[in-house]
């Protein structure tokens, strides 16, 4: 509630005039004579007096409601609003189109990657080991050292991935991050670095174990193929799913990754100070925080918004 005061200057204007309460009745025994008497007692200027008028006005103000996401217009549907003006119904319809060929060149660049990824994955992780037993020998340490660290770094790359985001990427690298947390102009934003930089380990791990033996390339080789896979399934939970950069088909009817996908909207939101900064373990931080009601809640919009699309 705003409540203005506003004080209006009012003039108005009063005369006092010859009355029996205020002055006497003219006697006999006067000492001066009725005329003097009544000119001296006879007030006919006006005077003006100032009467402060003080209006207080009581306006209702809405307060507008904190978007849950930076980027929300990415979830709003595409289609053109009936029955309104011309001119709005063109910008509407260019901000559909931009917004469709927007879509389109990341998603050109998600499928190019993710096969080039995939095949180069595969590749490498058949002739690494086909090369392994040309002796004749399986190297069955090695093979396991492999596998094993492959999955030890895809879930070690959660933990890494929540700390850099809380102690690194909203703090000292904010200037990068905050893209992320503006709606974007284009199919690409600044934050789409820090892929490129987590990719430079995993390919580094995977050169050296490709190319060389032992037990220790065949760990690194492992690293580095679960770095890779780590950031495949990011790239279409977080990019695709949840901010619907490009369609991700059936993973959308995934119980779980619906989930993680309305945690990682409340991190947006920051209803609870940034929380979850993890991705896949995000539903997990918000139990943490007391957060699985806003969570259901979110869960429960997201699922209309959804379906109204």
Same mark, same amino acid.
């Given at each position: 509630?705003?409540?203005?005061?506003?004080?209006?200057?009012?003039?108005?204007?009063?005369?006092?005039?010859?009355?029996?309460?205020?002055?006497?009745?003219?006697?006999?025994?006067?000492?001066?004579?009725?005329?003097?008497?009544?000119?001296?007692?006879?007030?006919?200027?006006?005077?003006?007096? &100032?009467?402060?008028?003080?209006?207080?006005?009581?306006?209702?103000?809405?307060?507008?409601?904190?978007?849950?996401?930076?980027?929300?217009?990415?979830?709003?549907?595409?289609?053109?609003?009936?029955?309104?003006?011309?001119?709005?119904?063109?910008?509407?319809?260019?901000?559909?189109?931009?917004?469709?060929?927007?879509?389109?060149?990341?998603?050109?660049?998600?499928?190019?990657?993710?096969?080039?990824?995939?095949?180069?994955?595969?590749?490498?992780?058949?002739?690494?080991?086909?090369?392994?037993?040309?002796?004749?020998?399986?190297?069955?340490?090695?093979?396991?050292?492999?596998?094993?660290?492959?999955?030890?770094?895809?879930?070690?790359?959660?933990?890494?991935?929540?700390?850099?985001?809380?102690?690194?990427?909203?703090?000292?690298?904010?200037?990068?991050?905050?893209?992320?947390?503006?709606?974007?102009?284009?199919?690409?934003?600044?934050?789409?670095?820090?892929? &490129?930089?987590?990719?430079?380990?995993?390919?580094?791990?995977?050169?050296?174990?490709?190319?060389?033996?032992?037990?220790?390339?065949?760990?690194?080789?492992?690293?580095?193929?679960?770095?890779?896979?780590?950031?495949?399934?990011?790239?279409?939970?977080?990019?695709?799913?949840?901010?619907?950069?490009?369609?991700?088909?059936?993973?959308?009817?995934?119980?779980?990754?619906?989930?993680?996908?309305?945690?990682?909207?409340?991190?947006?939101?920051?209803?609870?100070?940034?929380?979850?900064?993890?991705?896949?373990?995000?539903?997990?931080?918000?139990?943490?925080?007391?957060?699985?009601?806003?969570?259901?809640?979110?869960?429960?919009?997201?699922?209309?918004?959804?379906?109204?699309?």
């Amino acid at each position: 509630m705003a409540a203005g005061l506003t004080a209006a200057l009012t003039p108005k204007p009063f005369r006092l005039i010859q009355s029996s309460y205020i002055l006497p009745k003219p006697s006999s025994r006067c000492l001066f004579p009725p005329s003097t008497l009544s000119r001296s007692t006879t007030i006919s200027r006006a005077r003006r007096k &100032i009467c402060f008028t003080v209006c207080v006005i009581m306006e209702n103000q809405k307060q507008s409601a904190q978007p849950e996401n930076s980027n929300s217009e990415e979830n709003l549907p595409l289609t053109i609003p009936q029955n309104v003006d011309p001119q709005i119904s063109q910008r509407v319809a260019e901000k559909i189109a931009r917004k469709r060929s927007e879509r389109f060149t990341y998603l050109v660049a998600a499928v190019m990657s993710s096969f080039g990824i995939t095949s180069m994955a595969v590749m490498a992780v058949y002739y690494r080991f086909y090369w392994q037993m040309e002796g004749g020998e399986v190297p069955l340490t090695e093979m396991f050292g492999t596998f094993a660290l492959s999955v030890g770094a895809a879930v070690g790359m959660e933990f890494w991935a929540r700390w850099a985001h809380k102690a690194l990427w909203h703090a000292s690298l904010w200037h990068m991050h905050e893209s992320h947390h503006r709606p974007r102009e284009g199919p690409f934003e600044l934050n789409d670095v820090f892929a &490129i930089i987590n990719a430079v380990p995993a390919i580094a791990l995977l050169s050296y174990g490709f190319f060389h033996k032992g037990l220790v390339p065949g760990l690194c080789f492992g690293a580095g193929l679960g770095i890779t896979v780590f950031g495949m399934a990011y790239m279409f939970v977080h990019d695709g799913l949840v901010h619907k950069r490009f369609p991700v088909g059936p993973i959308a009817n995934v119980p779980y990754f619906t989930k993680v996908a309305a945690a990682h909207q409340l991190h947006h939101s920051e209803k609870f100070d940034g929380v979850p900064y993890g991705l896949f373990l995000g539903p997990k931080e918000l139990e943490e925080v007391g957060g699985l009601e806003e969570l259901d809640k979110q869960i429960t919009r997201r699922l209309k918004s959804s379906k109204e699309s």
